[in-house]
């Protein structure tokens, strides 16, 4: 059982960027990840339509022999995660949730900024999370809708890409957050881009090596970390393998077999 992989997926490539600090981390470990491409983007999706998707990933995942899941998503994390922790008590699940906690206890100008997805901005886990961890700061959040497909296009820098996120971005800095908090797995990638837009002292969060940091837990305390060698990282999309497989070298650090995923 150590040796058997890791199952990570995501509505997209958005995933990709926790995928890369798993395998930081846990280079023994063999990852399966799988892009569900063809209904990206979860944002703006009803939160039973996610579940439905959640529960497909995790069969999936279950029939390829999986000793742990990650939800590589924050919509998805707040839509599916206690579903599948339900329904698959035997797996270690790793969900995904806005930084809201480190960011409360790091800014200095008691103003947090949230960049996230419609549909985990508009959850009650979302809103659990600010009545917890956000009640001395004041917290701005922003829904990015369109970003992510732009993202999905392997678009990272275009004028059109640069004034979307301005736009989403000004209301932030107007508010005074100095610290700003990256809600959806897609958006670590617009990191360099963002660091040109805003002043040197405000802080980029996101979680993506904390998600790593409970797999590498959640695999210690069950006794299920590998100690051989991993496999290539083996990747599925519910859309065109092609178009993944073009885009996947801007934002994955080998190429990788891809694999049609029609469910
Ligand atoms: N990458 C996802 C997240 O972390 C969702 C993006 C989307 O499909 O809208 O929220």
């Given at each position: 059982m150590r040796e058997a992989p890791i199952g990570v997926f995501d509505s997209g490539v958005g995933g990709l960027s926790v995928l890369a600090e798993i395998q930081r981390l846990l280079p023994n470990e063999s990852l399966l990840y799988v892009a569900d491409c063809g209904n990206v983007p979860y944002g703006e999706k009803t939160p039973e339509f996610i579940r439905q998707r959640c529960s497909v990933m995790a069969e999936f995942f279950q029939q390829q022999g999986a000793k742990a899941l990650v939800l590589a998503c924050n919509t998805a994390t707040v839509a599916g995660v206690a579903d599948l922790r339900r329904d698959y008590p035997q797996w270690p699940i790793v969900g995904m949730e806005p930084a809201v906690k480190p960011a409360a206890a790091a800014t200095r100008s008691g103003v947090v900024g949230v960049l996230a997805t419609t549909g985990t901005l508009q959850s009650a886990k979302f809103a659990a999370l600010l009545d917890r961890f956000a009640t001395d700061?004041?917290?701005?959040?922003?829904?990015?809708?369109?970003?992510?497909?732009?993202?999905?296009?392997?678009?990272?820098?275009?004028?059109?890409?640069?004034?979307?996120?301005?736009?989403?971005?000004?209301?932030?800095?107007?508010?005074?957050?100095?610290?700003?908090?990256?809600?959806?797995?897609?958006?670590?990638?617009?990191?360099?881009?963002?660091?040109?837009?805003?002043?040197?002292?405000?802080?980029?969060?996101?979680?993506?090596?904390?998600?790593?940091?409970?797999?590498?837990?959640?695999?210690?305390?069950?006794?299920?970390?590998?100690?051989?060698?991993?496999?290539?990282?083996?990747?599925?999309?519910?859309?065109?393998?092609?178009?993944?497989?073009?885009?996947?070298?801007?934002?994955?650090?080998?190429?990788?077999?891809?694999?049609?995923?029609?469910?």
């Open positions: 700061v004041r917290v701005i959040t922003q829904p990015c809708p369109g970003l992510v497909e732009l993202i999905e296009n392997g678009d990272l820098h275009s004028p059109a890409l640069r004034e979307l996120l301005a736009r989403y971005v000004g209301p932030l800095l107007a508010a005074g957050c100095d610290t700003i908090i990256l809600g959806c797995t897609h958006y670590p990638f617009l990191k360099p881009l963002l660091k040109q837009m805003i002043p040197e002292d405000i802080s980029l969060i996101d979680t993506g090596a904390a998600v790593a940091r409970q797999l590498q837990r959640l695999l210690t305390e069950r006794e299920l970390l590998a100690d051989g060698t991993a496999d290539a990282a083996q990747f599925w999309t519910s859309a065109d393998p092609e178009h993944f497989r073009n885009i996947l070298p801007i934002l994955w650090n080998t190429s990788g077999v891809v694999r049609s995923f029609n469910k």
